[in-house]
């Protein structure tokens, strides 16, 4: 099955205290990108890639890190998380720009 | 600043009626642009999206209205089911700058029985 896939789904965790979280996908995509949803503001993306090693910065990269070292994989660091991105986070994919993006499931994430 | 704006905020429409959602943008360099639907606990999944060479694209009970001139596209929803429930983003992409989306803040839609 087609698909994007988050880990982990839900994650509470303390300022300062760094964290990874994944995103996989199995459509051979080059385009893959890093969205948070916050009610009221929509989605607004923080990072995508056109393909491995390369990324680039959306609207909202402050805060964040991203590696493409794999086709497949982009995983989203926060390497010092602060309160302010208590927020749900989604990965999407997409095989080139200007064409259907798959989003995933999303991450849940509360930093106290 | 905000890319995409969308309106309204929330919508409430009997089954059976018309639910129009209305985006803008400023940026000329935007060439494609999705709407997409979500329901609660879910990823946002494409419903449809346009390119900036028609006025119109329609799918089933989904149409994308697009002015150029103006600046603005919308999302009309024909004879509206509760199951259409959920909310609604329209987004905005240039294709001279690899993969950026700017998304609208997204309309919240209830189709009561």
């Known amino acids: 099955e087609a698909q994007v896939t988050q880990n982990p789904r839900y994650l509470i965790t303390v300022t300062g205290k760094k964290l990874t979280v994944t995103c996989s996908q199995n459509?051979?995509?080059?385009?893959m990108s890093w969205y948070r949803q916050d009610p009221g503001l929509g989605l607004r993306q923080i990072y995508y890639?056109?393909?491995?090693?390369?990324?680039d910065k959306g609207d909202v990269p402050e805060g964040y890190k991203v590696s493409r070292k794999e086709k497949r994989n982009f995983p989203l660091i926060l390497e010092s998380p602060s309160p302010n991105q208590t927020s749900l986070y989604f990965c999407?994919?997409?095989?080139?720009?200007?064409?259907?993006?798959?989003f995933g499931p999303g991450t849940r994430l509360t930093v106290l | 600043q905000q890319q995409v704006k969308q309106s309204p905020q929330s919508l409430i429409v009997q089954k059976g009626g018309i639910s129009i959602i209305n985006c803008a943008y400023e940026?000329?360099?935007?060439?494609?642009f999705p709407w997409y639907q979500q329901f609660p606990g879910k990823g946002p999944a494409l419903l449809i999206a346009?390119?900036?060479?028609?006025s119109e694209k329609k799918e089933g009970r989904f149409t994308i209205s697009f002015n150029k001139s103006a600046k603005q596209f919308s999302l009309h929803i024909m004879d509206s089911q509760p199951g259409d429930s959920a909310t609604y983003f329209c987004?905005?992409?240039?294709?001279?700058?690899?993969?950026?989306?700017?998304f609208g803040t997204g309309t919240s839609l209830t189709v009561i029985p």
């Open positions: 999407a994919s997409s095989s080139q720009q200007g064409y259907t993006q798959y």
């Open positions: 459509m051979n995509h080059e385009y």
């Open positions: 890639s056109m393909n491995v090693e390369a990324t």
């Open positions: 940026n000329t360099a935007f060439d494609y």
């Open positions: 346009i390119r900036p060479d028609v």
């Open positions: 987004a905005a992409s240039p294709s001279n700058t690899g993969n950026q989306f700017y």
